[in-house]
């Protein structure tokens, strides 16, 4: 191949065909273009004029260098160009693949893959035998056509983990089967790992090795921990570098179960760095929802952490010695307690024997004071396993015998009978604040608010271990809160009620906080081996190389110990576990482990992972000069005067190159919008019954020519509308008459025309029956109505009330006569609560336009007038029949003003000069 | 039955012609005012001119009573003599005028036959007697006549640059040549000095297309008169332009020269403009020449 500045050619000597465009240029420079016919009527004046030159005119000079150019894009295009043609690959012979395919490279996984397709393009125009070679996971190279494994691309993918010892044992064992030598390109993701340096020289026994590497470095999540109220979150890099910032995402479910980002913090890394680490406290409510963190934009395992049991909510058992007695809500003793755990804890309820087997966080102990032995035994059992049992003391506690002689298992210190009462009506003193927290106490740092006094409380017999066990005092020095461990778990005391009775502390804000920082609210239990030991954990979710999380299927249970100690691999794939109710996160990068940049020996050459594609220009370029070609067409027609044959050409040439769209049914709706939009336009619903439909449309010509004359309204000729085609939203109103054998419209129709109705729009529905039937279903239009509206979205009706707004619109009406007088007209039902005030005339009615009238008059009929404007229907009998017309007339006016102002006359202001009116 | 068939055809194809043509010449009409000619002196006429004492001989049915009765003399009423002029048109009808160079543009002959269909009709409603040179259609008065011509220029002549017509002409009429005098000059010589020995006066229109003023032509072209019998060749068109314009200014000129020698008038009117200037200078230029 050939290459010229970034372009190569595979067939270069077809460029020789360059050296014809000179005479080209010369051949088609000498035949001029083709005379054109003229008719001219004064060529009488241009008898015996003779041409200046005896040399014949040229082709235009820009039409030869159109044609030049097409030529010219021709020969290029046949030798094959391409643009940045891959020059990295030397050699003959089998090529193997290495790939990390860890977790690590991930993120960049995309670009690898396309550097390995250039590598395998160029190995398979160079004829070179290809294999790949995962160290996540090995299989014995197969050197095949490249072709053939550029098919087989897509579906590599990064593993969730590093290669593991067994994994370089097959490696290697592999490479010993592979008979003869080969060269090695190996993309490495930048992380070393056991073995690497065995594979590297027996790759290098073979032939030439070169690494491809990113420059950039990889970056990983530690699993996030939960300490001091705040999640400890860290992130370390594989090589110190510039100082740089990360944002880090904690993601989880919103209440509405959508998963979404909660929480975005940004750590730091300090320039030369390899660790940063940030503290992150969220509200608990928060906090126990989040799933995962990731770092933002980095798509691998290794920045996803899970999170587990450790940040989820937390289950209390809340257990009152006094459950029978039916207080108030405020004296129960728990109430304070609710108050402050229900943002953050689930609440099992029951009696302590059924509540144990449930296994929850914490138990609360309010004054209870005496446990059978089987409650006892199955707390203390309970709380060995891990679990925080928490009291409260009280009258109850401090007037029995309990831990008074010895200490009981489930009390952290002895107590002594009765209790103290100070700063009583009854008692000398006042009543305690408490003591500042000491250094080593895990409320030490929490401010005291100064009300917080303590009246009552129990007391601590002054054993040897008890000053051990204080965990917060008061002034006086006698414990408040005291504290033991108990096998995994520990027991905690508080000497004063969980109310406000002995003393204020439960009111205050304090309280809250030494809750939390007890871990009551939430905690991070980090489970120890001889917990995990010989229990059987099951894989709910798994990780892929990417961070994603997916169903794992019928993956085997792995053991509990493994779970800790094991490294991550396919036999124990990173993701969430569970065993009973239990869930537990197992992340790619386990808490101590460290990114080691992998180092190459000087004798291998690494390259970056910085990929140019190949681009085969052949194409574009005799596309190019079919382009010109056909430009030259044109403009060849159009020179020798054949300009209708030019328009002719481009039609056609248009036609070629583009898709002719279908625009005709577009083209007559937009017709249809623009007869209906350019002034307001009146119009009926077709009902397929040609006569109905012709009375229709001239009770609509009839209307529309009153509004013209006696209103502002000036609507054009009225439109048929056919509901299964035609846009309804042009139309303030559609008259729709009914007859009993029109088709039922579509469901398409319906969701139109209840648009419609949404969007403002009124029907006024006529039965034309008003002669021989009332409303409702007792005739066969009434019935069809029922049938045609039912799918509508009409709302409640009622007759139109006297002082409903269409009665006053623009006349003043009484009844609404069309052909026929009688039947009763249906409007939407004005609000029930709509009262009228005393002294006004009107209610404050409904505060919109009705969306359906439904009535039975025949107005069409009524309103119908022929072209010239004369009636075309008569109307009941002599000069009282052309009454009911006018009256009918009338009723359309209101009716479209209605439609057109909407309540504008509802309008209390219009009160004084209606009632002028009525003469009221 | 078969003649007839097609002269029923063919005269309805003319009829149809001609009702926007007179339409057209009627509304250009309408937009100029009209006045008789004035013959400046007492004769035949319906304006008043002056009042003179009765003489011998005159009828007692001219004594205009309400003058006379103001005095002892009595007066006859006289009236300023209005003579109505022949005027006699003649319009090109040759192949060289059905010629438009743009396809916005109305051919020449249309406009020249709009023109002189226009000057008839305002001629005609100032009661002057309108005909064709030569002796198909002489002058004479009333709507009628106006329709006449109409049916005449319906017509097309096979020719190519068709001679003015300078047969029968009335002497000391008028005369309106309406063409693009792109034919041979001498016929033009020919039927002016034969006018101008009747002492017939009037004014010669040149109707040119655009085109035939800017000749904005290139490169090889064959240029070809319409009827197809002239035709000339050249490789560059752009290159005759000059030379072109030369001979169409030598031509015009010509033409002037003609008529400050007879007494006639030159017009030039392009089709590109509008007929109204031309049919208001039209008429000014008869007018001005009978008062």
């Not at chain 1, 969306?851 to 107005?859: A, E, Q, R, S």
Request: proline share 7%; glycine share 10%; charged share 20%.
């Amino acid at each position: 191949m050939t290459v010229l500045a970034g372009i190569g050619f595979t067939a270069p000597w077809v460029l020789l065909g360059l050296l014809t465009l000179p005479i080209l240029w010369l051949v088609l420079r000498a035949v001029p273009p083709a005379p054109i016919r003229r008719l001219f009527p004064a060529v009488t004046l241009l008898l015996g004029l003779k041409d200046d030159e005896s040399v014949s005119d040229r082709t235009p000079w820009w039409l030869l260098l159109l044609r030049m150019l097409a030529a010219a894009a021709i020969i290029i295009g046949l030798a094959g160009p391409v643009l940045n043609p891959s020059r990295d690959q030397q050699g003959s012979g089998p090529l193997l693949l290495v790939l990390d395919a860890s977790w690590a490279g991930a993120s960049r996984w995309t670009s690898t893959l396309d550097q390995i397709d250039a590598q395998l393009v160029e190995a398979g125009r160079s004829g070179r035998p290809v294999s790949i070679l995962r160290l996540t996971e090995p299989e014995p190279p197969v050197f095949q056509a490249a072709e053939a494994w550029r098919g087989r691309l897509p579906g590599l993918a990064p593993m969730p983990w590093q290669p593991s010892e067994l994994q370089i044992d097959q490696v290697l064992q592999a490479l010993e089967q592979v008979e003869g030598g080969f060269d090695t390109n190996w993309f490495s993701d930048k992380i070393t790992f056991a073995g690497h340096e065995a594979i590297l020289s027996a790759l290098q026994a073979r032939g030439g090795v070169t690494v491809y590497q990113s420059a950039a470095p990889v970056m990983a999540v530690l699993p996030a921990s939960y300490k001091d109220g705040a999640i400890q979150l860290t992130v370390i890099r594989s090589a110190p570098g510039p100082a740089a910032t990360v944002n880090l995402l904690a993601m989880g479910r919103d209440p509405a179960g959508t998963m979404r980002t909660l929480q975005s913090t940004a750590l730091v890394f300090e320039s030369g760095a390899t660790r940063a680490e940030v503290e992150l406290a969220l509200p608990s409510e928060l906090r126990a929802r989040i799933t995962r963190f990731e770092i933002e934009g980095t798509r691998s395992a290794g920045a996803v952490t899970l999170a587990d049991d450790s940040l989820r909510r937390r289950e209390v058992a809340l257990i009152a010695g006094t459950r029978n007695r039916e207080g108030l809500e405020l004296l129960s003793p728990l109430h304070y307690l609710t108050q402050v755990l229900v943002p953050t804890a689930d609440f099992l309820d029951g009696a302590l024997p059924d509540v144990l087997p449930a296994n929850p966080d914490v138990i609360v102990l309010a004054d209870v004071a005496t446990l059978s032995p089987a409650e006892q035994d199955g707390l203390v059992d309970w709380v060995e396993q891990g679990g925080l049992l928490l009291r409260f003391a009280g009258p109850r506690m401090a007037a029995s015998d309990l831990g008074r002689d010895k200490e009981d298992a489930l009390l952290p210190v002895r107590l002594r009978s009765g209790g103290r009462s100070v700063g009583g009506a009854m008692s000398w003193g006042e009543a305690k604040g408490l003591a500042p927290f000491d250094e080593d106490s895990p409320f030490y740092g929490l401010g005291i608010p100064a009300d917080v006094v303590v009246s009552t409380q129990v007391m601590a017999q002054p054993d040897p271990n008890l000053a051990d066990r204080v965990i917060a005092a008061l002034s006086d020095g006698t414990p408040l809160v005291t504290r033991k461990a108990l096998g995994l778990g520990q027991v905690v005391l508080f000497h004063v009620t969980a109310d406000a009775e002995w003393s204020s502390l439960p009111l205050s804000g304090l309280f809250v906080e030494m809750l939390d920082r007890l871990a009551v609210a939430s905690a991070a239990k980090t489970r120890q081996e001889a917990q995990l030991q010989g229990t059987t954990w099951e894989p709910i979710q798994i990780l892929d190389g990417f961070g994603a999380l997916s169903d794992a299927g019928n993956l085997a249970g792995v053991d509990g110990v493994d779970l800790l100690t094991g490294p991550v691999g396919p036999d124990l794939r990173p993701g969430l576990y569970e065993s009973g109710k239990q869930k537990l996160a197992l992340n790619t990068v386990s808490g101590d482990a460290g990114l080691t940049p992998a180092t190459w020996p000087a004798n291998v050459p690494v390259k970056g992972q910085e990929v140019s594609t190949e681009t085969p220009l052949g194409g574009l370029l005799l596309g190019l000069a079919l382009l010109l070609l056909t430009a030259d067409v044109v403009a060849s027609l159009a020179l020798s005067g054949r300009l209708g044959l030019a328009r002719a050409a481009t039609l056609v040439l248009g036609v070629l190159l583009a898709v002719p769209q279908a625009q005709a049914q577009d083209a007559a709706d937009t017709d249809f919008a623009l007869a209906a939009t350019q002034e307001l336009v009146l119009a009926h619903v077709l009902t397929g019954n040609a006569q109905v439909d012709d009375v229709a449309l001239a009770g609509m010509r009839g209307l529309a020519q009153t509004l013209y004359f006696r209103t502002s309204v000036e609507p054009a000729d009225p439109i048929g509308v056919d509901l299964e085609r035609d846009e309804l939203a042009f139309f303030p109103l559609l008259y729709w008459p009914i007859t009993p054998d029109q088709p039922q419209p579509s469901a398409a129709a319906y969701a139109k025309l209840n648009a419609y109705l949404r969007s403002g729009g009124m029907i006024l529905f006529d039965t034309r029956d008003g002669d021989i039937a009332g409303f409702g279903a007792s005739s066969p239009n009434g019935r069809k109505l029922q049938n045609l509206a039912a799918p509508l979205n009409i709302p409640a009706l009622e007759p139109v009330p006297r002082d409903h707004v269409l009665t006053r619109a623009f006349y003043l009406l009484q009844d609404f006569p069309g052909r026929y007088v009688g039947t009763e007209v249906w409007v939407e039902a004005a609000p029930p609560d709509a009262e009228q005030i005393e002294g006004m005339p009107f209610r404050n009615l409904n505060d919109n336009v009705t969306p359906v009238v439904i009535g039975g008059n025949d107005w069409a009929a009524a309103w119908a007038v022929d072209r010239n404007g004369q009636a075309l229907l008569p109307v009941g009998r002599g000069y009282a029949g052309e009454r009911q017309r006018e009256l009918a007339n009338r009723f359309g006016v209101n009716l479209v003003m209605h439609v057109l102002t909407g309540n504008y006359k509802s309008d209390q202001v219009h009160v004084p000069a209606l009632l002028d009116r009525l003469g009221q | 039955m078969n003649a007839a068939l097609t002269l029923r055809e063919r005269s309805e194809a003319e009829a149809s012609r001609l009702p926007p043509l007179l339409a057209r010449a009627e509304h250009l009409a309408g937009t100029v005012l009209l006045g008789d000619h004035g013959r400046r002196r007492s004769g035949l006429g319906d304006d008043f001119w002056q009042y003179r004492p009765a003489q011998i001989g005159d009828s007692r049915r001219m004594i205009d009573h309400r003058r006379s009765a103001r005095g002892d003399q009595q007066f006859v009423r006289e009236r300023e003599w209005q003579i109505a002029q022949s005027i006699m048109l003649w319009v090109d009808q040759g192949a060289s005028m059905r010629f438009a160079s743009g396809p916005s543009l109305p051919t020449k002959a249309d406009r020249a036959r709009l023109l002189g269909l226009a000057t008839a009709i305002l001629l005609v409603r100032g009661g002057e007697r309108v005909g064709l040179t030569g002796t198909t259609l002489p002058p004479r008065r009333g709507n009628a006549q106006i329709v006449r011509l109409a049916q005449a220029w319906s017509e097309d002549a096979a020719p190519d640059y068709a001679p003015p017509e300078h047969r029968a002409m009335i002497p000391h009429a008028r005369a309106v040549f309406i063409s693009d005098f792109l034919g041979p000059l001498d016929e033009v010589e020919l039927a002016l000095t034969k006018a101008a020995d009747r002492g017939v006066r009037g004014v010669l229109m040149q109707v040119l297309d655009p085109g035939e003023e800017a000749f904005p032509y290139q490169g090889r072209t064959i240029f070809e008169s319409v009827g197809g019998t002239v035709r000339h060749e050249t490789l560059k068109a752009g290159e005759l332009r000059e030379r072109y314009l030369n001979r169409m200014a030598r031509r015009k000129d010509a033409l002037l020269q003609l008529c400050h020698a007879t007494g006639w008038q030159l017009g030039l009117h392009h089709t590109g403009d509008s007929a109204q200037m031309a049919l208001l200078w039209l008429y000014r230029a008869l007018d001005g020449g009978t008062r």
